[in-house]
DNA sequence: CGTTTTTGTCTACAATTGTCAACGTAAAGG
DNA sequence: CCTTTACGTTGACAATTGTAGACAAAAACG
């Protein structure tokens, strides 16, 4: 067990690090006691995260008399953005634009961000595809139904 | 084990989904013989991951003869909704704009979409706050700092 | 200095996931 | 009808994850 090859943070790992990078930085009590305040986890638990996070090269540990203080190694929109790319690389290439939109529909933003979303597009459009391909088979095989169906 | 609780797809079954999304439905030996297209897992393997689905009611059965059409019980395009917005559920609120900005780039879109998205976005425009709150931390205690670093 | 508290490390254990092989039975072919 | 093939079901096993108790060493307190 964690034995060495360092994979993805975990769903509850991920809320370790949330409390991090918000503090950018923190030490293992103030991570527990922050936890605690959102989930009923024991202080166990608590340090078992902290512990894999580490062993995964998420936290890095700075010795402060005999405790730790721990720093993430990563930023917060670096893993953000990651975790999201990952996301969409296993999604069908067609529908993509669709959850996109969806996202956006049930969030609210702030107006730079929108500008900024706004911006992007139209310099998109002018070189944007009429149509999208999907990519969910291997050859183009079947794939006729698929493309109506999409 | 598989002893009930209907969980979510993990990564591998996802992949099975897609081919019988796009397929519509069909049968273990045309997702295998799909699949293994892609890549290189064994037929035990993927008569594994139909049982599974099938177990977490993804997949739902239809006798024919002595074997079985399996067809999805949920749309693609729901699926993929539901994942990207669990996604996005546990991100930092601050700087959920910046991740779809940069998926955004990294992505081809249709003109459709690209239009859908910029009528949408000058909708969400006329209401849009200047800025938004950041949700890591439970308590608005220490979040002075958050605020800025976000 | 001896006791209590802190805090990191180890161990543990059930559930989930990735991967398969083996088995049994129905189907298909000869 | 008998053999081969196809296909669903079981069992298996290592790795990861969620969750937490126990322990040891250092610190703080009195």
Redesign the interface.
Same mark, same amino acid.
């Given at each position: 067990m964690e034995k060495g090859n360092a994979t993805l943070m975990s769903?509850s790992e991920?809320?370790v690090m949330?409390?991090i990078? =918000?503090?950018?930085g923190a030490s293992s009590t103030e991570v527990i006691r922050?936890m605690q305040?959102?989930r009923e986890w024991s202080e166990s638990t608590i340090k078992t995260l902290l512990g894999r996070l580490v062993d995964k090269k998420m936290l890095q540990t700075i010795k402060d008399g005999r405790r730790f203080f721990y720093r993430p190694t990563v930023t917060?929109?670096d893993a *953000?953005?990651k975790?999201?790319?990952e996301?969409?690389d %296993? !999604? #069908?290439n067609m529908?993509? +634009? +669709?959850?996109?939109?969806?996202? !956006?529909?049930? !969030? =609210?933003?702030?107006?730079?961000?929108?500008?900024? *979303?706004?911006l992007?597009?139209?310099e998109? !459009?002018k070189t944007?595809?009429?149509?999208?391909n #999907?990519d &969910?088979?291997? =050859?183009d095989e079947? &794939?006729t *139904? %698929?493309k109506k169906? #999409?």
């Open positions: 769903p991920w809320e949330r409390i990078w =918000t503090k950018q922050l305040l959102k917060e929109s *953000m953005n975790v999201a790319s996301l969409f %296993h !999604l #069908c529908k993509k +634009g +669709g959850v996109i939109i969806n996202l !956006l529909s049930d !969030l =609210t933003l702030s107006r730079a961000d929108i500008e900024r *979303m706004q992007l597009l139209s998109k !459009l944007a595809p009429v149509s999208i #999907c &969910c088979l291997p =050859t079947d &794939c *139904m %698929h169906s #999409c």
